[in-house]
């Protein structure tokens, strides 16, 4: 059964930068593209970076510039390089396995639990 399990939440003052870990177990995790998601309170979770298994890659116009996706198909491992970070960032983050559609449009099928990040204004 796969799972995924997210680090590297944290606290952060405005302008400063975290990145974020998730490990893929139970799967092969060259096979999947991976995507990480963030929820704040009150509203929908939102995607904000998708990559396939062949490394393209998407991210809305949000976090476009300020945020970067990359993966380790090593270490079964998916990062989320996060720079400039608002407050407006504070959120849960998830990250997401699943099978590439068109592009990188993706069907996710598995989700991490979850990780904080706060930023201070």
């Known amino acids: 059964q796969v799972q995924l399990a997210e680090s590297g939440g944290g606290l952060v003052q405005a302008g400063g930068s975290l990145r974020l870990s998730c490990r893929l177990s139970g799967g092969i995790f060259s096979t999947y593209a991976m995507g990480w998601f963030r929820q704040a309170p009150g509203k929908e979770r939102e995607l904000i970076a998708t990559?396939?298994?062949?490394?393209?890659?998407y991210y809305p116009n949000s976090v476009k510039g300020r945020f970067t996706i990359s993966r380790d198909n090593a270490k079964s491992t998916v990062y989320l390089q996060m720079n400039s970070l608002k407050p407006e960032d504070t959120a849960v983050y998830y990250c997401?396995?699943?099978?590439?559609?068109?592009?990188?449009?993706?069907?996710?099928?598995?989700w991490g639990q979850g990780t904080q990040v706060t930023v201070s204004s």
């Open positions: 997401a396995a699943g099978e590439s559609l068109i592009g990188v449009l993706v069907k996710y099928n598995y």
């Open positions: 990559i396939t298994n062949a490394a393209d890659t």
